[in-house]
């Protein structure tokens, strides 16, 4: 046999690739199955600019990779994310350029990478309350813990629900539910998850992570070429929802953004529009009380603040603890409730 005129071109290995994104996830693969655990070095991840785009960027990475077979996707700790980097916005604040690549492609892609740059079995291991769960939810099998509890928080803070959030909630709960918990901000609990079909199973608390590896492995018994043409029929309702309405709802989240920026009013839980990097301390409180498992008024979303901050305080007096690790660290100075 002749020797073609030139040879594939050569990518990264999994190790070096693994280096690259080590600040924002945990890499591990055994026998073609691959662990992605989301983290902001060596805690649990804070959202930010830089840990939205680098997982898009990792799963682009993960999908030119033909040795991994199956990918799980879960959480550092006992839950998924809680906590925002307080300074990890300032690119976002950075107009035209910056902020138009943050909310244009970063937003989008977070999302489509997922579903049209997989070519394999995909599982979401989510082993405790939290937002932003994109990644997981997307994937072909979901899996949570018992006691999970998630939301689309978006409205409460003033922000239009498009960053992908929304839409999967119409999708997997029926447009008049899925309205309901977007435009209302309410929390859904694992169970209500299960019954209104955005999770698959729901597990004891701390077996999320070994359930999925369980279903894995199960899955590795099919022949590879099987069980990735069953993933792409998997991931086709979700491609035909993407291509028709993704964007639409990406690009409307942005421009509600960008009216708050130009009319001065995007700053602290004050503001007509909570800035991301406000909304740590809220978020804590959140997940630790079930004030949002409750249906929501006018009266408690003008109460939220006061009632988070007084929450802090006993938090602080050592009256209460505080189930979710918070770095205070980088919070702006004159922050204050």
């Not at 998630?150 to 803070?157: L, T």
């Amino acid at each position: 046999m002749g020797k073609p005129l030139a040879d594939y071109v050569k990518l990264p290995e999994f190790d070096e690739y693994k280096e690259w994104f080590k600040a924002f996830a945990d890499l591990k693969r055994e026998d073609g199955i691959v662990q992605v655990t989301w983290k902001t070095n060596d805690g649990p991840m804070h959202h930010s600019g830089m840990s939205h785009r680098a997982m898009s960027q990792l799963t682009r990475w993960l999908s030119l990779d033909y040795k991994n077979e199956i990918i799980i996707y879960t959480h550092i700790g006992d839950n998924w994310m809680i906590e925002s980097d307080a300074n990890g916005w300032e690119t976002y604040s950075k107009l035209p350029t910056e902020r138009f690549q943050h909310q244009y492609f970063d937003d989008t892609n977070l999302i489509k990478n997922m579903i049209f740059d997989l070519d394999v079995p995909t599982i979401g291991a989510i082993p405790g309350s939290g937002f932003h769960w994109d990644s997981a939810m997307l994937c072909d099998i979901t899996i949570c813990s018992e006691d999970t509890k998630m939301e689309v928080p978006h409205a409460q803070g003033g922000l239009v629900p498009g960053d992908g959030m929304g839409l999967m909630a119409q999708h997997y709960f029926g447009t008049q539910r899925g309205n309901y918990y977007t435009m209302t901000t309410r929390q859904f609990t694992a169970q209500q998850m299960l019954d209104w079909g955005m999770v698959s199973e729901v597990v004891p608390k701390g077996t999320v992570v070994d359930r999925a590896w369980e279903i894995a492995r199960m899955l590795k018994t099919m022949p590879y070429e099987n069980r990735t043409i069953m993933s792409n029929l998997a991931k086709r309702p979700l491609k035909k929802l993407l291509v028709e309405d993704l964007k639409l709802h990406t690009v409307s989240e942005q421009y509600g953004s960008l009216l708050r920026v130009a009319a001065g009013d995007l700053g602290d839980e004050n503001s007509a529009q909570q800035d991301e990097k406000y909304i740590s301390r809220v978020n804590d409180w959140r997940y630790a009380t079930h004030d949002m498992e409750e249906p929501q008024t006018a009266e408690s979303w003008r109460a939220m603040p006061q009632k988070a901050a007084d929450w802090w305080k006993k938090v602080e007096a050592g009256e209460i603890e505080n189930p979710y690790v918070f770095e205070h660290s980088n919070e702006p100075e004159d922050y204050k409730f």
